[in-house]
């Protein structure tokens, strides 16, 4: 370990840290933006969701290195492969826990609401989103998380990330800047992990506390139903 | 000229199917370096796994490292043991292992964890003894998970080595590394275009495998979820 290279490549260490985390957090944004409407109409339209299912599952399992490739004559060799490829991944892990959280409003909150004189967008937004947040921001965990370790792969097709620093380290055989890289991605991914339970906290202040303990048992965790359907992490 | 163009003009390339590092070889290759760190994980990672589901302890445990496992980033830690050792077979498959525990771990922990207390009551006022509850109740009912956790460490392990061709690995990986070093698209789109039907083959595996292998009362069990 060579600390002296830290404070000496500061400003390169910085700016590719802001490419991943660009690569990693916007990603799984339009994954959610798409996920919502979709597991909106597959929690209302049952017959909907399994097709989908199987589809989601399909793109689950191609490699992250194999999509991205396969996105580049289409798109070039820019960013937008590595974005479409992780906003994909991303939708196969955060569309499962929309359907989950839906599908979990209990339906005599669903009948309250309608008897209040609640229409079905209003009940929507204002009584199920809101009650299947918890759920969703589970599954956005998991896309933000795995999106930014992955995007380092994207290095290998060009696309700058703080996978340069493991090729120029192997290159250079340099293991400081390979520990500085793993080091950035980790914590990278544990900073935006945290900032979203934070959200989850401060957008369901009835979860806290007391009522936590009740919950189910979170069987999102790890590729685990009813959420993810094969949600590992993705090199 | 598409991906598809690409990649179809080169797999047709009668070339490609004959001699040392053709397409036949590193298929089979990349089998080899997919299944056996499969295969070891799996015999560390099922036992593990029914044992924490079964006696409910070190649950915690796993499913922190299960969250945080998919923080690493598997280039630099390939990478850095390449800088550090060179490449060996340990390079490769020891990370491999590791990596393909934890979903293999948290779904076989859940899935024996999962099973109803009512039917593990069952089995224990039948006069089964705690072996044969956990062999022939509980890993039958939860293994549609355990199939889930295989299924995500078996695509984990396919992709996984396609990268691992950097720190010089054979494979199908080879052909997409090599490509992009020579800047010809030609093996990269059919190397990338292998290793999406070989993930898909992983998977029709495992459909075919459930199918087989769970039990027709639990069948419909899983389905809700899938």
Request: aromatic share 8%; with cysteine; proline share 7%.
């Amino acid at each position: 370990m060579m600390w002296s290279w830290i404070p000496s490549n500061w400003s390169e260490i910085l700016s590719l840290t802001r490419a991943n985390a660009f690569l990693g957090i916007v990603s799984p944004l339009i994954g959610l933006a798409i996920s919502l409407p979709l597991g909106v109409v597959a929690a209302r339209w049952r017959w909907f969701y399994p097709p989908t299912l199987v589809v989601v599952n399909v793109i689950y399992a191609i490699p992250s290195l194999a999509l991205f490739i396969v996105l580049i004559p289409a798109f070039g060799l820019t960013d937008t492969p590595v974005v479409i490829g992780l906003t994909v991944f991303s939708l196969c892990v955060i569309l499962p826990n929309v359907v989950a959280g839906l599908r979990g409003v209990p339906a005599s909150v669903k009948q309250a609401a309608t008897a209040m004189g609640y229409g079905p967008l209003r009940r929507l937004l204002t009584v199920e989103l809101p009650l299947a947040t918890p759920v969703i921001i589970a599954g956005l965990r998991v896309g933000v998380v795995s999106s930014i370790s992955l995007a380092s792969v994207g290095q290998i097709i060009g696309v700058s990330s703080l996978g340069y620093l493991f090729i120029d380290g192997l290159q250079r055989s340099f293991p400081t800047e390979i520990y500085v890289g793993l080091f950035c991605v980790i914590v990278l991914a544990l900073i935006c992990d945290l900032i979203l339970v934070g959200i989850r906290r401060a957008l369901t202040p009835w979860a806290s506390g007391r009522n936590r303990a009740v919950r189910p048992r979170p069987r999102w965790v790890l590729s685990a139903q009813p959420a993810a359907p094969g949600a590992g992490a993705r090199p | 000229m598409s991906f598809f163009s690409y990649a179809w003009d080169w797999v047709t390339t009668d070339a490609n199917w004959h001699g040392p590092g053709s397409i036949p070889q590193q298929l089979v290759a990349h089998l080899g370096y997919s299944g056996l760190p499969l295969l070891l994980a799996a015999l560390i990672a099922v036992p593990a796994g029914v044992l924490i589901g079964h006696t409910g302890r070190g649950a915690v445990f796993v499913v922190n490292v299960a969250n945080a496992w998919r923080a690493i980033p598997t280039l630099g830690l390939l990478i850095l043991l390449a800088v550090y050792f060179g490449f060996t077979l340990f390079t490769w498959l020891i990370p491999l292992v590791v990596l393909a525990i934890p979903p293999i771990l948290v779904n076989v922990y859940e899935g024996v964890a999962g099973v109803d207390p009512g039917v593990k009551d069952a089995a224990k006022g039948m006069g089964m003894t705690p072996w044969q509850q956990v062999v022939k109740v509980e890993v039958p009912i939860a293994l549609p998970l355990i199939l889930v956790g295989l299924r995500t460490g078996a695509i984990f392990v396919v992709a996984t080595a396609t990268i691992a061709a950097y720190i010089g690995l054979g494979g199908l990986g080879r052909f997409i590394i090599d490509g992009l070093a020579n800047t010809q698209y030609g093996p990269v789109a059919g190397g990338a275009l292998l290793v999406v039907i070989l993930a898909l083959l992983v998977l029709g595996l495992f459909s075919l495998l459930s199918r087989l292998l769970v039990p027709a009362g639990l069948r419909g069990a899983g389905r809700d979820n899938q």
